[in-house]
Structures are given as C-alpha cells and as structure tokens.
C-alpha cells in the first residue's frame, strides 16, 4: 500500500523557517520523483519543488528559489522541503506526492499518489 505521511507544518513569524519532511511506504523511492505542491484558500494547487528519482535534479518554482531547499534521505524513504526566510504568501496547505517519472517536474499531472497535507502559516 502507497503512502506518503507529510509532517512538520506549524506557525511561524515572517523571516523565519520550517522543514517539512514526506515519509513514503509501499514503494521504491529511487524509481520516483517526490513533488511538493501548496494550496492557499481559494487558489489552485501550485507546484514548489521536485526532486527526481535516480538523477536527483531538483527544480524549483520561481517564487520559491532561493528560500526552499529539497532533499532526499533514501535510507529514511524521505525527502525534506527546507524553507527559510518564510513570508505571508508562503501560507498554505503543503503536499508532497509521487509520480512514477525519471525526470523532475512540478506537472501536476504526473502525480499518482499524494500525502494528507501539512499546513503552514506565516504570519506576525
């Protein structure tokens, strides 16, 4: 069975930070990429970050470069999403899911499989 269990979301003051870690089960991580995605009230959910299976690229949303930070503990089956200098926008409900891809890619149509959700605010 296919899980992905997101934890570490919380409050926190603008400028300040938070990692998020995506614990999977039931499959491979090696052979899959990990995306985070987000979801503020009343918007679409949004791609962050992604880090590929094998090759390990990462990519970034552009309005996250520079602050996040992606990495992956294979013997943990985890990946982390390091955020710093968190501002107000950042305020969301933090996905992390899997897709059976060899690439990195925030389409989020390539996502088979998807945790519960983490939420993060930001705010003073």
């Known amino acids: 069975q296919v899980q992905l269990v997101e934890s570490g979301g919380g409050l926190v003051h603008p400028g300040g930070s938070l990692t998020l870690s995506c614990t999977v089960s039931?499959?491979?991580?090696?052979?899959?990429?990990i995306g985070w995605f987000r979801q503020a009230p009343g918007k679409e959910r949004e791609g962050v970050s992604c880090?590929?299976?094998?090759?390990?690229?990462?990519i970034y949303a552009d309005s996250v470069k520079g602050r996040f930070t992606t990495s992956r503990d294979d013997a943990k089956s985890t990946v982390y999403l390091q955020m710093d200098n968190l501002r107000p926008e950042d305020t969301a409900v933090y996905y992390c899911?899997?897709?059976?891809?060899?690439?990195?890619?925030?389409?989020?149509?390539?996502?088979?499989?998807w945790g519960q959700g983490a939420q993060v605010t930001v705010s003073s």
């Open positions: 899911a899997a897709a059976s891809i060899r690439i990195a890619s925030l389409d989020i149509h390539y996502y088979d499989y």
């Open positions: 039931g499959f491979t991580i090696d052979f899959y990429a």
């Open positions: 880090i590929s299976g094998i090759s390990n690229s990462i």
